[in-house]
């Protein structure tokens, strides 16, 4: 299975990460880093992602989002989208849209408070639909 591998870093130790990196894995082998058109490409799910505030202090890469596609009907178009937010090789909370009947619309939004402002709220389901569309864009 593949997914998408994202990492932010507040390298300049102000509170908020200013790095972003995204990496591709396919049954958790790493396959490749985003290229330089792919990033520029990700620049909406990125300043989505930053404000989620999951990110680490320095170099680290504890703190990470795996999203990945789920299309058991085969046809093409994913009926679920997950997001887990990782701390090391735990999930600390996941995230999750489902097609239920496979027309290409998410009817259901499943999500806590997945950008840790302390509230769950419409604004969360709103974070995790713009980061869901950003990363169907996506051509592996
Ligand atoms: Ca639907
Ligand atoms: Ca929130």
Known sequence: MRYLKVIAQDRSG???AETL???FYE???FLREATAAEILRLRTFGITYLKCAWFNIGEGEERHLRMFSLNPSGDGTPESVRLHFHEGPIIAYKAAVHDLDNDGT???VLCSDVDN???ADRTDRTRVNSLVRE???IEW
Request: no cysteine.
């Open 135 to 137: 990363f169907l864009k």
């Open 14 to 16: 102000s509170g908020t």
């Open 21 to 23: 990196r995204f990496e």
């Open 117 to 119: 402002d302390g509230r």
């Open 106 to 108: 998410f009817e259901i």
């Open 27 to 29: 049954d958790e082998q």
